[in-house]
């Protein structure tokens, strides 16, 4: 089954201790986003990840790190979480960037800092 | 001003009844996604438009570009409907690559 997957689902943590979310495709897709979800704010894009080896910044990148070594694979990483970086995640992929792709969403993952 | 407006923002009808959901934008754009996340989060992709007018079931979308405007409609609309409706466009001419969103729509529809 096409799917995207991200782990784990649900997390709390206190500030400072760093953490990942991980998120994997199985559809070859070439393009990765990693979304927030606020209040109010909806969906921000965090970063993006062109092809493996190749991401930018989104819109909201501050506290994030990512990686793309393989093309399966696209962690968010946290290196020292603070309370405003409670929300909740999402992960998506495109077979190629581009407008009319359809983006395949991670089930989400709610992420708790206190 | 946020670049992508939705409204209404929350809307309550009756199971059958025909709904409609607006969204502008005030950005150019190269296409304009519309989004459904149901009650446990999960986000699924309805639509892709450029141009014109999609179909999908009782859903359709359309997208006058020249307006800077997309509808979401829904015929004989049923409970199961019921959902954040997401409107989002891909910016176009450079920069960040991504999806700018709406704050979505809440509908809620009763038996």
């Known amino acids: 089954e096409a799917q995207v997957t991200q782990n784990p689902r649900y997390l709390i943590t206190v500030t400072g201790k760093k953490l990942t979310v991980t998120c994997s495709q199985n559809m070859n897709h070439e393009y990765m986003s990693w979304y927030r979800q606020d209040p109010g704010l909806g969906l921000r894009q965090i970063y993006y990840?062109?092809?493996?080896?190749?991401?930018d910044k989104g819109d909201v990148p501050e506290g994030y790190k990512v990686s793309r070594k393989e093309k399966r694979n696209f962690p968010l990483i946290l290196e020292s979480p603070s309370p405003n970086q409670t929300s909740l995640y999402f992960c998506a992929s495109s077979l190629v960037a581009g407008s009319l792709y359809e983006q395949y969403f991670g089930p989400g993952t709610r992420l708790t800092v206190t | 001003k946020n670049e992508v407006e939705q409204s209404p923002q929350n809307l309550t009808a009756q199971e059958g009844e025909f709904i409609t959901i607006n969204c502008s934008y005030s950005v150019g754009i190269s296409a304009l996604h519309w989004l459904q996340q149901h009650p446990g989060g999960g986000i699924v992709s309805l639509f892709m438009l450029s141009s014109g007018k999609k179909k999908h079931g009782r859903l359709i979308a359309t997208i006058n570009i020249q307006e800077k405007h997309s509808s979401l409609h829904i015929t004989a609309s049923h409970p199961r409907d019921s959902a954040v409706y997401i409107c989002?466009?891909?910016?176009?001419?450079?920069?960040?690559?991504?999806?700018?969103f709406g704050k979505g729509t809440h509908l809620i529809i009763q038996p």
């Open positions: 989002a466009v891909r910016r176009s001419g450079g920069g960040a690559d991504g999806l700018t």
């Open positions: 990840s062109m092809n493996v080896e190749v991401t």
